[in-house]
């Protein structure tokens, strides 16, 4: 774990993680067995001296920098698989994965949001975002948007919602998929400099842009 590599030479490295409330929730399969999901990760960190804090709501973290909270479904992105279902006091409910979240980081150009896997769908985390801040351009995209499975028609709407916001740059990550960020590319206008499949090193500079290392050159 990071948190116990990185202590042994800052005692206060990774020490708090922000999440939001029903990360840890038990989740149940379609024959009744459960899963512990992260509680296993919530022992272990928390036998390091590292704490979860969760967030119902949107909060800065520091200037400029904001996590997101649960993000509210106002579009119909399915961005989740499986049978999974949660338990809840009023019974069991479907997983839609709840507790996805983002980073927001304020610059003089738009925003940075920074994803995770997108389960929220990334048009409902933008919408999210703007409600909390200010109007302000969606400058970059990076990270996870979960689209790897996309039909044709939801990554046309997926890319002109996109172009609405004014991104600029695309970093998609892992269950982005290679197709989903071509196809958004091409939706957005963007260039292989500017729309790419990430990979471990790749990395976005404000000024600079992506730095894709070999990938796409």
């Not at 116990?4 to 990360?23: T, Y």
């Not at 119909?76 to 507790?99: C, F, I, K, M, Y």
């Not at 738009?110 to 990334?122: L, P």
């Amino acid at each position: 774990m990071l948190r116990r590599e990185l202590a042994k030479k800052n005692p206060q490295a990774l020490r708090r993680a922000h999440v939001a409330p029903g990360i840890f929730a038990v989740r149940v399969q379609s024959d009744g067995r459960e899963q512990d999901g992260l509680l296993p990760l919530r022992r272990d960190y928390e036998a390091l001296g590292g704490t979860f804090v969760e967030h119902p709501k949107p909060i800065e973290l520091a200037p400029g920098v904001w996590f997101t909270g649960p993000v509210p479904r106002r579009h119909p992105e399915r961005n989740w698989g499986g049978n999974l279902r949660v338990r809840t006091p009023s019974g069991l409910v479907e997983d839609t994965v709840a507790e996805d979240s983002s980073i927001v980081v304020d610059t003089a150009v738009g925003s940075v949001v920074i994803t995770g896997c997108g389960h929220a769908g990334i048009v409902n985390i933008l919408d999210h975002v703007r409600d909390f801040r200010a109007p302000a351009t969606v400058y970059a995209v990076i990270g996870g948007l979960h689209l790897f499975s996309a039909a044709d028609e939801h990554l046309e709407w997926t890319g002109t919602k996109l172009r609405e916001f004014g991104v600029k740059h695309l970093l998609g990550a892992h269950c982005t998929g290679i197709e989903a960020v071509f196809r958004l590319r091409n939706l957005l206008g963007l260039t292989r400099q500017t729309a790419v499949v990430a990979a471990v090193g790749a990395s976005f500079s404000l000024g600079k842009g992506i730095n894709p290392l070999g990938l796409a050159r």
